[in-house]
């Protein structure tokens, strides 16, 4: 069973407000990632982590998003301006043996 | 491009019947690939993973091959129970950075 930790469960933001969300990987795994799952259940990927430096992000992680996975405190991805198409399930996963990545139960979040 | 594609859509089956989910790859090279199951409002667990020595993983009664001559890895359950309806993801590793590429999805609806 996966133990990454993720929250908070749901966020509810207004159209331009900032929403951040956080993650604790698993412990031991190196590697972390953020996804987001929209209404239609797609998966994109958002930007991974090794310790505490960028692998790789898309473009709209480096526009309006802001990560980091500081060393002994919790993973974090902001958005600073919200937008309603910003509304989804935000998965934070981590890496183990075996590129087997196990995810975190998820931040809703709802733009109004 | 390397991409992965699944049955997608909505699959019903009676419980007690056979179970195949269609999953094929695009890819220059050997990937890594997974079928991740998730149920309701929670995360995406990981259900089997490929091997590279032609082992046929096996989890919950569930079973995939990777066929390189086909570029498929099928998942596959000889009796469906109610508990199985779920949406199921095909996704596979790409690059050396871990990153998942899923899928779309196919959701798994097991009727009485």
């Known amino acids: 069973n996966s133990k990454v930790i993720q929250t908070p469960r749901y966020l509810v933001k207004g159209q331009g407000q900032k929403a951040k969300m956080r993650c604790i990987p698993e412990?031991?795994?190196?590697?972390v990632f953020w996804y987001q799952q929209n209404k239609n259940n797609e998966f994109k990927f958002l930007i991974n982590?090794?310790?505490?430096?960028?692998?790789?992000q898309i473009d709209m992680t480096e526009k309006r998003f802001s990560a980091e996975c500081p060393s002994n405190s919790p993973c974090s991805l902001e958005i600073q301006s919200s937008e309603a198409g910003d509304s989804a399930l935000y998965l934070c996963?981590?890496?183990?043996?075996?590129?087997?990545?196990?995810f975190g139960p998820g931040t809703r979040l709802t733009v109004l | 491009g390397d991409s992965v594609t699944q049955t997608e859509g909505l699959v019903t089956l009676t419980e007690g019947l056979p179970v195949m989910l269609n999953c094929t790859y695009q890819?220059?090279?050997?990937?890594?690939l997974f079928w991740y199951v998730q149920h309701l409002n929670e995360a995406p667990k990981l259900l089997l993973k490929?091997?590279?020595?032609?082992k046929r993983p096996e989890h919950q009664g569930f079973h995939a091959t990777l066929h390189k001559s086909s570029s498929s890895f099928h998942l596959q359950k000889s009796s469906a129970q109610l508990s199985d309806s779920a949406l199921y993801y095909c996704?596979?590793?790409?690059?050396?950075?871990?990153?998942?590429?899923f899928g779309l999805g196919t959701t798994l609806q097991v009727q009485p």
């Open positions: 982590f090794q310790n505490q430096e960028v692998l790789q």
């Open positions: 996704a596979w590793i790409t690059g050396n950075t871990g990153k998942l590429i």
């Open positions: 490929s091997f590279t020595d032609n």
């Open positions: 412990k031991g795994h190196p590697v």
């Open positions: 996963a981590s890496i183990g043996l075996d590129y087997e990545q196990y």
């Open positions: 890819s220059t090279y050997s990937p890594f």
